[in-house]
């Protein structure tokens, strides 16, 4: 697959920032999800969108598959070279290029990751709230369609992504989208790159929408009888209009976990956790009116956190809630994974997943971001016990068929990557072909990111 | 181009619903723009998707070009059969099938006007926001991208359609979308369809984002010393973190119409509309902080509007800007053109536009959606004046080429059509190739509104 001149050919425009060197293939073969890929033949360290244009023309020339790597955290192995070929690492193409504070945006390389971006915003009032947990590339996330705790307020990247600059299979460059807050001039390619998982081209420039740093913040914990009671107060809370900035739920396994790795004192319940962003006055009422209606829904164990160092324990609480998982259980590792539903749902959703784990021999706290409709089974196996592999992943099947079930998806932030193809035709028909007929009409030969998202006749 | 068998397959489905009568033609060759069409051979009056995938399987094996009509609203001739063949009228398909409060959803069929949903919704506590002005249909609506006043805080049709079922060329039917808040599975053939111009397929079913409605708004209008003030004191706003519901500028010459028309005494000055939704509370401290900062950009004539009858005739002086600025050349018909920049660049924009349009020999008031940079210019010219056209035309290709070289759009919601095909090239560059090869992937015949939007190859 990968012949000798494409190799010479990629190096005498790369140098040595083309790499076969064992370690860096390797690195790149790893990711934070459970499967198990062969390493790319080599890796790309591109500068500039040109030399990715000619990257792009060279891998058309001489047939070889090119993938995309951004900080390698991805949750369900999109970066991995399943069909070898050239990944190309887009570390070196990390710089804030353009912030505009009148209009609220920044244009950025796809290789800077989110907090990068934030540490540069910091004096211009302004950040970028799109946060997925682990300090992905923009590139990456915009990819797959990233979202996180802030979603319910800010968006996902299809929100936060207003245009792009794309390399395509045999070497054009496209911009797409537009400096202006809204457009009506033609396809939206922007919204059909973000989540398109590298499958129809290579992110070089984004264009990303910033929001102001709240002038007031307050946060929150309450507890509740039930996930329903909690899930109905979430419902409530969002009808009667108050803008959360994020609104997290945690089941009594998460809790429990949370509590030993934090040393906190959350009661052994299904609680809630909520920040609201405003002014003084406004998180105040926020704050006020939606304690009313969580009393309503039989909230107990509320925890006001007004001061910034209580508002930071509970952030890094919940921010090391995979790490207290994962210790839950010694010597095991985790395959995560995400569904979303209608709202109207979730507490359906989460409750028949709680029994369906209980009903197994592995542990699997869960948690999510509840004002989505989105949650994660951090399903806790040994590394080398094939039995208890197949039995989260028949677990993650379930909930994944669970979430078609009720009118949802089976994935709400993760992506499809190498881990849920299987899946793609259940949710989508025949729709899932008019993703194939797309992929062909851009990449007729099938060198972007081959084997994944759409199906592979 | 239409065959007789094709007419006689047709009546076969359709029975009386397939009209070839010369009112019924001539009705759907009218538009609300200065183009001229031909008239379409025939109208088809499909009640049910099956009824509509047979339409598309019949004129796919006829050859036979197809156009969807909603309620024939639009600006730049969309739903014009510039080539003949059949128009589908989705007036019978307009039934509210399914409301979800909890989810917050509605799911309609195409043909329903948004005035019609929103009657229907009316003892839900939810609304629909997006208001382009004229009572369109939720299909055209969808496939337009339309916007309008609210879209600065309740987003676009991008933003509010979660999902459709389209028919696409052949007959095949797909699904988008999912009923849960977001999803990473896949492409997003939602986003792709909205703003599509029914060039891709035909839109037969929509779920809807709704909203609460809100427990009070508050309303002003306040007059600035320049456009530049004006549109200062809204880059402020919006950066302080004041959520506008909507924010409408208007020039002097757009406010003289209005006080001639509606009997409002408002001083001939550039001025801001603006209308804050939330709680009693959220509200009265949102107008006070805007309040401020107007002052601070020498905002004078400030005319606060708390009760509902103030409010009410400053929406329906608004409402009837368009009337108004008619009649301010009496005998005269409008060319209506809009465009998009970013914020920074609004006052540049329009200044330079006031200044192009009072260099030429005809009138041109100028209002918009200031929160989003987008403002429409209303050419008004004497019907039967080539001369006067020809200006009207060169004023809108000079303000559509003047946002681009300020980072902008050729058009904020009133979309391409058979209008604006000739900028497109100028707006996307290699990119309107690709929206021409996802065109040929998915309608390889090029029946599905031809003539619009894409390279005419």
Chains 1, 2 share one sequence.
Not at 105 to 110: D, F, I, K, L
Not at 205 to 228: D, K, N, V, Y
Not at 239 to 257: K, N
Not at 340 to 351: G, K
Request: a negative charge; aromatic letters at 4%.
């Amino acid at each position: 697959m990968f012949r000798p001149e494409a190799l010479s050919d990629l190096r005498a425009t790369l140098g040595d920032r083309l790499s076969t060197a064992p370690a860096v293939l390797e690195h790149h073969a790893q990711s934070e999800s459970h499967i198990r890929a062969r390493s790319p033949d080599a890796v790309a360290f591109p500068e500039t969108t040109d030399e990715v244009a000619q990257i792009s023309a060279m891998c058309a020339r001489h047939k070889v598959p090119m993938v995309a790597w951004g900080a390698g955290t991805s949750l369900e192995g999109h970066a991995l070279a399943v069909q070898g070929g050239l990944t190309i690492d887009f570390s070196r193409m990390n710089k804030v290029l353009a912030v505009s504070p009148q209009d609220m945006r920044a244009v950025v390389q796809p290789g800077l990751t989110r907090v990068a971006l934030n540490h540069a915003l910091r004096d211009t009032g302004l950040f970028f709230p799109v946060d997925p947990g682990a300090d992905a590339s923009l590139g990456g996330m915009a990819a797959t369609r990233a979202s996180g705790t802030a979603a319910v307020r800010y968006g996902t990247m299809r929100d936060n992504v207003l245009g792009l600059e794309v390399v395509l299979a045999g070497g054009r460059v496209i911009r797409t989208g537009t400096l202006a807050p809204k457009t009506a001039a033609g396809y939206d390619l922007t919204a059909l790159m973000v989540g398109s998982e590298g499958t129809l081209g290579l992110i070089t420039e984004l264009t990303l929408r910033l929001h102001g740093q709240p002038e007031a913040i307050s946060a929150a914990t309450c507890g509740f009888p039930s996930i329903t009671a909690a899930v109905d107060c979430v419902i409530a809370t969002i009808q009667s209009g108050i803008p959360m900035a994020w609104i997290e739920f945690l089941d009594e396994a998460t809790v429990a976990a949370c509590n030993v790795w934090s040393g906190t004192s959350l009661p052994l319940a299904p609680q809630l956790m909520v920040e609201f962003h405003g002014s003084p006055a406004g998180v105040a009422e926020q704050a006020e009116r939606f304690g009313t209606i969580a009393r309503d829904f039989g909230s107990h164990g509320f925890l006001w956190a007004k001061a910034q160092e209580d508002r930071s324990r509970l952030w890094k609480m919940r921010h090391a809630a995979y790490p207290a998982i994962l210790a839950a259980r010694p010597g095991a590792v985790a395959i995560v994974t995400d569904v979303c539903v209608p709202i109207s749902a979730l507490a359906q959703a989460v409750a028949e997943t709680q029994a369906d784990i209980a009903a197994s021999p592995i542990p699997g706290p869960i948690l999510g971001h509840v004002g989505d409709g989105n949650f994660h089974a951090i399903l806790l196996i040994r590394p080398d016990d094939p039995t208890e592999h197949a039995v989260a992943q028949a677990l993650a099947h379930r909930m994944a068929e669970r979430a078609l079930a009720l009118g949802g998806t089976i994935t709400g932030e993760h992506g499809i990557g190498a881990g849920k193809l299987a899946l793609m035709a259940a949710e989508h028909g025949s729709g899932w072909g008019v993703m194939g007929d797309i992929k062909r009409a851009l990449d007729p030969l099938n060198l972007m990111n081959p084997g994944k998202l759409v199906p592979q006749t």
